[in-house]
Each structure stands twice: as C-alpha cells, then as structure tokens.
C-alpha cells in the first residue's frame, strides 16, 4: 500500500521526537511492503517565525490532500512569556483543528507493566487501567466570542454548545464503547453550567440506540478525584473541551510519564496523530526527548487511518520490550542506569523490529 503522510513537527522537541517516529514508521513500511511518501509542512512558532502565521494555507493543503497527519509539537517561551503577543503558535493548532474539522480528540491512558512503578500512584491502584478519553476539540470555551471591556479589567469567554456537536462527539464514544467493555461516561457539570445540562440530555436521549452500553454520568470534579484513586473504574470517557484537557492530562501521568502516551484528532477530514506532551524547549537540540509517545501515535496511525492493525501492533511490540530491556530515555532510566538519546532509542527500535 502506499501512503501520503503530512509531516507537522513544530516546534522544541518537535521535530526530534518526528525524526525517530518516521524511521520507525519506515521501518515497518519496509518489513510489510509498503510505501509512505512524507510531504512537511510548517506550523506553530517556526511558522510564525517564516511567514508569519502559525497555521499557514499551504500547510492547510498539505494536510487536505495527505491520507493522515504525523504531528510533533508546538509552542515556545517566546510567545508563552508574551501574554500581549498579537499572533501565538497555539492559535495555529486551534485553527488546523476547526479548518480539518477535527471534533474528536482520542487520548488513550494505558500502563506498561515494566513501568508501574514509575507512577506516582500506587501499583495496586492503577494495575489493569485501560480507558479512553474522547475530547470534543472543536467547540466550547476555546472557540466561544471572548474578549475584554471596561478599559481591560473585565475578560470574558463565552462557552457555547451545539446539540450537533454533542451527538457527534457521543455517536463516536457509544461506537467505541460497542468495540470495548460497553462502558461510558459522561463527564459534565450539569449542576451549574447550561452548556453541562445540554451534554446530559443529548447523551440520555441516545442512550436507547445503543441498548449495550451501560452510561454513567459524573460530573468533572468527581472524575478529577476517581481519576487518581480507581482509574481502572472506567472505560470510555466523553467530555467537552475544556474539561477534556484537563483531565487527560491528569490521567496521563497515570502510566508515568507525559512521554509515552499517543493521542488521534479526527473528524470530518484527514486525521492528525500526535503525542500528548508539550514542545519542551527546554530539551531542545539535546538530544533527550523520549519519542516513545510519538512512535505509539505512528502506532495509532497505521490501526487506526490505514486499518493496518498488524503493522501497529509491531510498533507496540517492539516499543514494549524496548521498555522492558531498560532502552529509555533519561526521563525513564532509573538512577544509576544508562540513559539512552533520543535517537539511540530511535535506532534501537528499527534494529528490533
């Protein structure tokens, strides 16, 4: 098969972390015969850097035209200690999001047996998680009018909610709910907020086409606090944007690190892979970013936009005993023990695939 991937690697550890998931995506090309073509595109603060913008049309076109999107990371100390700056690279990701259509962020939380006791929770508390968050990424607080009166003093950002956007962002956890244990839960704050009590009823009135699925309702403060106490309690998670990204970001230093997590954006146009973490910039050019998330997001590719299950499974596998074998970055290694460079990491990997 041949595949057209748009290549986004941002910025900070960015374009690191991409480089080791590319070789290892080759890598797997080339063992099950197929062929990938990677076509890079600019986006975040070295876009803004060289055209000005972060989300630029021609990278629109390269992400509209490929068969899936590889994503680094964006951001940088620049723009993050520049509250006033009138162009900032995380308005690109808004963008790319709302002009792919990308409505529904899928941020798996899982643990490695050869790490649990990396977590900072207890080993018994955390054994056997398995869930899957589904973040509505296209609506919400993050796009409502926003904006400042009374000479500055007063801010303000409108949290808005279609009925649409809910049922689509739910129709996708109820599947995916149907392909696992039949478990979901919607997370909201239907005691105080309206958008909340929309995400209630709309989620209720679609509970009787999928007749399989047991539906809980919580609301966003109680899942923070179960999160860390019985995270193996739940399954399949679904929840608007603000609270979706906070929470996956708790829920990710569950398998102890932000490092080895992946997370998918799809919707109605080409799906983006990515991993959870940040740019880093403090890392940058050092040589020490653990790219395991991004490869696991390769991983996600390959299942979950090719259908090639197989192929994904290989990268996990060979991720998995990289882990088990103690070839990991210096955010992994325990003391006293050899602490490998990200593209060492890289290397290994394709040597043991």
Known sequence: MKFNIALLAG???????????????????????????????????????????????ETHEVCMKA????????????????????????????????????????????????????????????EGTDLVFLRELTGGIYFGEKGRKDNGDTAFDNCVYTRAEVQRLAKKGFELAMTRSKKLCCVDKANVLETSRLWRETVQAM????????????????????????????????????????????????????????????????SLYEPIHGSYPQATGLNIANPLATILSAAMMFEDAFGLKAEADAIRAVVNKSLEQGVVTEDLAPKGSKAYKTSEVGDWLVANL
Request: net charge negative.
């Open 11 to 57: 910025d900070g550890i960015g374009p690191e972390v991409i480089n080791e998931a590319v070789k290892v995506s080759d890598a797997i090309a080339k063992k099950f015969n197929h062929e990938i073509t990677w076509t890079p595109a600019l986006t975040g603060a070295c876009a803004i850097d060289a055209v000005g913008v972060p989300y630029p049309d």
């Open 207 to 270: 509970e009787k086409d999928y007749p399989e699925v047991t539906v809980s309702y919580e609301f966003v403060d109680a899942v923070a606090m179960r999160l860390v106490q019985w995270p193996n309690s739940y399954d399949v998670l679904i929840t608007e944007n603000l609270f979706g990204d906070i929470l996956t970001d708790e829920a990710s230093v569950i398998s102890g690190s932000m490092g080895l997590m992946p997370s998918a954006s799809v919707g109605e146009h080409t």
């Open 67 to 126: 068969d899936a999107v590889l994503f680094g990371a964006i951001g940088h100390p620049k723009y993050d200690n520049d509250p006033s700056a009138p162009v900032r690279p995380e308005q690109g990701l808004l963008l790319m999001r709302k002009k792919l259509g990308l409505f529904a962020n899928v941020r798996p939380t899982f643990t490695f047996p050869s790490l649990i006791d990396n977590s900072p929770l207890k080993r018994e508390r955390i």
